[in-house]
């Protein structure tokens, strides 16, 4: 049986790989880490990189904690056990080109024990989407592809169920639009008699490693080409609307704060610089135009 421990373990490893990775992506900026506890057990290492020669701001977390579930919180879980344990890494990329993409990665472990015999409650989950300020086909095909090929090899349905999932999570309902061209989503995410826990994990761990080979692919087809002080704006523009799902609607940040996480590991994901224009309108037959009209669920992007 997988235990906690292990889990834990070997996310700081992908953290660590993603890390390295991404500094060598950048060839200038490094990683600052802060190691933090938390009050009623457990913490975690939060690695922030900024003012780099693409990345402008970036956090690669992980935290394994474990306490007291605040009631509000059991509630949320529809579970009547207050014991937990916690443990993931996530990852939000802000880069400084507006042609390169924004990018999101989460993988995460939960666990309540046994209590006076009643089963365990444990699941897996996580995901990976993207957000691009210009969406550009051949990328989206690229991004989409490679999640349906990790997918492929530990199960056949998982890439159309996770991408459906993805599309329903990642949507701004105030604003009726997608926040970016999606990806893969999956939450509590249990064994079954047809999908091992140690599937799962191995599952949880290849995602994660899947990171680095697919952001590094975008970034370096984009980062080298030329924009205009508009496209700046606009991605400033499009920065202001992930910042209202991740404040409204996200899950993880709503997790942290009512378990009294380290704020500030919990809104790193937020971008340096974004901008509410009133009433903001594209012009007709513009990248922009385009861009919001592709922000719709169930596109199929591999095809």
Known sequence: ????????????????????????????????EEKWERDGGGGGRTRVIQNGNVLEKGGVNFSAVYGQLPAV??????????????????????????????????????????????DPVRWFGGGIDLTPHYIIDEDAKYFHS????????????????????????????????????????????????GLSWETIFEFSKALGRSFIPTYTELVNRN????????????????????????????AGTKFG???????ESILMSLPPTAKWLYNYQPQPGSEEER??????????WVS
């Open 73 to 118: 919180m059991q509630k949320a879980l529809k579970v009547d056990k207050d014991e937990f344990f916690a443990t993931g890494v996530s990852i939000v990329i802000h880069p400084n080109h507006p042609l390169v993409p924004i990018i999101h990665m989460n993988i995460r472990y939960f666990e309540m024990p046994a209590v006076d015999g009643a």
């Open 1 to 32: 049986m997988i235990t906690k421990e292990q889990i834990a373990a070997d996310y700081q490893l992908i953290q660590d790989e993603i890390c390295r990775a991404l500094e060598a992506v950048d060839g200038k900026a490094q990683f600052e």
């Open 291 to 300: 861009t919001l009209s592709l922000l719709k669920k169930g596109i199929d």
């Open 257 to 263: 704060l009512e378990t009294n996480g380290r704020i």
């Open 146 to 193: 490679q999640l349906k090929a990790v997918c492929a090899r530990f199960n056949a349905d998982f890439y159309t169920r996770f991408k459906q999932w993805a599309d329903d999570y990642f949507f701004i309902k105030h604003r009726e639009e997608t926040r970016g061209i999606g990806g893969i989503f999956y939450d509590k995410l249990v064994a079954t008699d």
């Open 223 to 250: 980062r080298n080409k030329a924009f205009t002080d508009d496209q700046q704006q606009w991605q400033y523009q499009r920065r202001s609307r992930y910042a209202e799902f991740n404040l409204v609607y996200d």
